[in-house]
């Protein structure tokens, strides 16, 4: 059925309501319930309608427009792609960009999308079905960037936590010292227990002796792993860099000479942020290239804005280990 000939009249006959009640539950208005918006979002999609503010949009003369959505001004890993991204815009300067703040990714910012008449969304934010149901409903496109995503209709670049894991593993396994005392520091984070799973699961299948300890930072005191670190647990994996240094902010206000102390300790983080951001302090890190990060997602935006209908992409980066000079 063609795109023009769809109308809301024709969606509420397929489903036996009113136009009235199409309109609203498309705009996603309150006096609609969640039922019945899902019911007209699903047919509308199934016949193919377009709403008028999207095929306005669509006029050649206007660049191509994506929207950059962030939660967090701190977070110095999706901070430095975010950089390497925007820097590849402005070499290139093919489409337009903006940049939206938003705690969460709901219809609300797809709705900002709507009104920015962006054609694209680049996001590291999780998202409900229903989020991605009323994006394509609007004809913007999503690409997921950092972690897998299970959608297998949206194109989706991701990092190697599974190699990185593993070579974080190794590295803290091969230093013999005669410690087989291994700590997993992270947060409450699907990320961060995967990332422990892989972890654990390769020391134990290299040194069966291993003694694994797991912390958690959102729900733990700092004095809980002061007590790991002096009961022998001296070789930490943090679930990435960030975390990594907060935590010895917080170590060595909470015991001064904390590294004094403790002379033998080895770290390794994920991210390797020191190589990108100036002033951080050089640590052991599972190194992830943010420049070819940022241009692989750059190919994959650019080839969704070309092509359409072209196959969905799923680019998984490789990672390396950093070692602190």
Same mark, same amino acid.
């Given at each position: 059925?063609?795109?023009k000939?769809v109308?809301?009249?024709?969606?509420?006959?397929?489903?036996?309501?009113?136009?009235?009640?199409?309109?609203?539950?498309?705009?996603?208005?309150?006096?609609?319930?969640?039922?019945?918006?899902a019911?007209v979002?699903?047919?509308?999609?199934?016949?193919g309608?377009?709403?008028?503010h999207?095929?306005?949009?669509?006029?050649?003369?206007?660049?191509?427009l994506?929207?950059?959505?962030?939660?967090?001004?701190?977070n110095?890993?999706?901070?430095?792609?975010?950089?390497?991204?925007?820097?590849?815009?402005?070499?290139?300067?093919?489409?337009?960009?903006?940049?939206?703040?938003a705690?969460t990714l709901?219809?609300?910012?797809?709705?900002?999308?709507i009104?920015?008449?962006?054609?694209?969304?680049?996001?590291h934010?999780?998202?409900?079905e229903?989020?991605?149901?009323?994006?394509?409903?609007n004809?913007?496109?999503?690409i997921?960037?950092?972690?897998?995503?299970?959608?297998?209709?949206?194109?989706? %670049?991701?990092? /190697?936590?599974?190699?990185?894991? =593993?070579?974080?593993?190794r590295?803290l396994? !091969? $230093?013999?010292?005669g410690?087989?005392?291994?700590?997993?520091?992270?947060?409450?984070?699907f990320?961060?227990?995967?990332r422990?799973?892989?972890?654990?699961?390769?020391?134990?299948?290299?040194?069966?002796?291993?003694?694994?300890?797991?912390?958690n930072?959102?729900?733990?005191?700092?004095?809980?792993?002061?007590?790991?670190?002096?009961?022998?647990?001296?070789?930490?994996?943090?679930?990435?860099?960030?975390?990594?240094?907060e935590?010895?902010?917080?170590?060595?206000?909470?015991?001064?000479d904390?590294?004094?102390?403790?002379?033998?300790?080895?770290? %390794?983080?994920? /991210?390797?942020?020191?190589?990108? =951001?100036?002033?951080l302090?050089d640590?052991d !890190? $599972?190194?992830?290239?943010?420049?070819?990060?940022a241009?692989?997602?750059?190919?994959i935006?650019?080839?969704?804005?070309?092509?359409?209908?072209?196959?969905?992409?799923?680019v998984?980066?490789?990672?390396?280990?950093?070692?602190?000079?």
């Amino acid at each position: 059925m063609s795109l023009k000939n769809v109308s809301l009249k024709q969606i509420a006959s397929e489903l036996n309501i009113s136009v009235n009640t199409v309109s609203h539950a498309l705009r996603d208005f309150s006096d609609i319930s969640d039922e019945t918006k899902a019911k007209v979002r699903k047919k509308a999609i199934e016949l193919g309608y377009m709403p008028n503010h999207v095929a306005q949009k669509m006029r050649k003369d206007e660049e191509p427009l994506v929207a950059i959505v962030i939660d967090s001004l701190s977070n110095l890993y999706f901070n430095t792609f975010i950089n390497e991204l925007v820097n590849l815009f402005q070499q290139k300067d093919e489409y337009d960009f903006l940049l939206l703040y938003a705690k969460t990714l709901n219809t609300n910012v797809i709705k900002q999308c709507i009104l920015q008449r962006a054609d694209l969304l680049i996001t590291h934010m999780h998202f409900d079905e229903d989020v991605y149901e009323f994006a394509k409903l609007n004809d913007i496109r999503i690409i997921f960037v950092g972690s897998r995503l299970n959608n297998t209709e949206i194109d989706n %670049v991701s990092i /190697d936590n599974f190699a990185g894991c =593993v070579l974080a593993a190794r590295h803290l396994e !091969s $230093i013999k010292d005669g410690n087989d005392k291994y700590l997993y520091v992270g947060i409450d984070y699907f990320l961060s227990a995967h990332r422990y799973s892989i972890f654990k699961t390769e020391l134990k299948q290299t040194n069966k002796d291993a003694l694994i300890a797991k912390f958690n930072s959102d729900r733990e005191s700092i004095s809980v792993l002061y007590s790991y670190v002096k009961e022998g647990y001296r070789k930490i994996f943090f679930y990435n860099d960030m975390l990594g240094y907060e935590i010895f902010d917080q170590l060595e206000k909470y015991a001064p000479d904390f590294r004094k102390d403790f002379p033998d300790l080895r770290i %390794v983080g994920f /991210d390797g942020l020191s190589t990108y =951001v100036c002033g951080l302090e050089d640590i052991d !890190s $599972i190194e992830i290239d943010f420049s070819k990060f940022a241009e692989s997602t750059y190919d994959i935006m650019k080839n969704r804005i070309e092509q359409p209908k072209s196959e969905t992409q799923n680019v998984v980066l490789p990672v390396s280990l950093h070692l602190k000079k």
